[in-house]
Nanobody, 123 residues
Framework: QVQLVESGGELVQAGGSLSLSCAAS????????MGWFRQASGKGRDFVAA????????YYADSVKGRFTISRDNAKDTVALQMNSLEPKDTAVYYC????????????????WGQGTQVTVSS
């Protein structure tokens, strides 16, 4: 049974930083393409960042480039999202996802999802 468990979301002031983590179990993590998505209240699920199997390639939504960094630790089966210079528009539930296609921005191409962690950025 595949499980993805996100952690690290909280309330932070604009301009602050947060680090999200996702712990995976039940899958061949080193072979999985991993991604982060977010969903603001009343909106669809948007791509944030993705990373290929060995961390050699990373992909970002234009809205977070230069502010967010995705990384992975295949020894610990974890993927992280470092978020700096946070803005109120970054407020959303952040989801970790695992799939087979590196860099995909489409939620439909990720087979497994976590339950999400809430990030709230106050102005």
């Amino acid at each position: 049974q595949v499980q993805l468990v996100e952690s690290g979301g909280e309330l932070v002031q604009a301009g602050g930083s947060l680090s999200l983590s996702c712990a995976a179990s039940g899958l061949n993590f080193p072979a999985a393409a991993m991604g982060w998505f977010r969903q603001a209240s009343g909106k669809g699920r948007d791509f944030v960042a993705a990373i290929n199997w060995n961390g050699g390639r990373t992909y970002y939504a234009d809205s977070v480039k230069g502010r967010f960094t995705i990384s992975r630790d295949n020894a610990k089966d974890t993927v992280a999202l470092q978020m700096n210079s946070l803005e109120p528009k970054d407020t959303a539930v952040y989801y970790c996802a695992a799939g087979a296609i590196s860099g995909s921005e489409l939620p439909s191409e990720y087979a497994y999802w976590g339950q999400g962690t809430q990030v709230t950025v106050s102005s």
